[in-house]
C-alpha cells in the first residue's frame, strides 16, 4: 500500500513525515499562533541559526513573536525541497501592538520577506537557519511608515 501523499513510509529516507508536509504544518500553527501546534513539529534539541536552542526557546520566541503582532502571518511564497531540507521565501505581515526589537509603535503594520532553511529528521525540524529583512523591518518600526 502506498503511503498517503507527502508521508513517509517503511524505509522512507524522511522517517515519519515528509520535510515539505513538516514546513507546511509548521506555517499553519505559525498562523493559528498555536504554540503546542509548533513544539510538536520541533526537534527538543533544534539549532536554530548554528546555535542548538532546543524547542521551548524557539516557541518562546515564536509566542513573544505573536504578543508583539496578534496577526502575524506568514504567506509561502516559494518553496524548494531537496531530501531532508526544505528552502522558503515567506512574506510577513503583522500588525505591531507591543513592543517589539526595543521599537514601541502600536497600529503600524510591517510587511517583509523572509527566507528559511529546514532540515528535517525522523518526522520533526532538527535545524533552521532563517534570514528576514530585519533592516527593512526595523526601518518600519522606527519611522513608523511602510519601508520603500
Avoid at 510577513?92 to 527566507?115: I, S, Y
Avoid at 528535517?120 to 535545524?127: L, T
Amino acid at each position: 500500500m502506498r503511503p498517503e501523499l507527502g508521508q513517509g513510509g517503511p524505509g522512507s529516507p524522511f522517517g515519519v513525515v515528509e520535510p515539505r508536509l513538516l514546513f507546511a504544518r509548521l506555517i499553519s500553527a505559525c498562523n493559528e499562533h498555536d504554540p503546542d501546534a509548533a513544539a510538536a513539529l520541533f526537534s527538543a534539541d533544534i539549532a536554530i541559526d548554528g546555535e542548538a536552542i532546543g524547542r521551548n526557546r524557539i516557541v518562546g520566541r515564536l509566542s513573544a513573536l505573536w504578543r508583539a503582532f496578534p496577526d502575524a502571518h506568514w504567506e509561502v511564497l516559494e518553496t524548494i525541497s531537496n531530501g531532508r531540507r526544505v528552502a522558503a521565501r515567506m512574506r510577513f505581515t503583522g500588525t505591531q501592538a507591543t513592543p517589539w526589537l526595543g521599537v514601541d509603535r502600536p497600529g503600524l503594520v510591517v510587511d517583509m520577506t523572509e527566507f528559511g532553511f529546514f532540515r528535517c529528521q525522523g518526522g520533526h525540524i532538527v535545524e533552521h537557519w532563517g534570514s528576514g529583512d530585519a533592516p527593512r523591518m526595523l526601518a518600519q518600526l522606527r519611522s513608523g511608515t511602510m519601508a520603500e
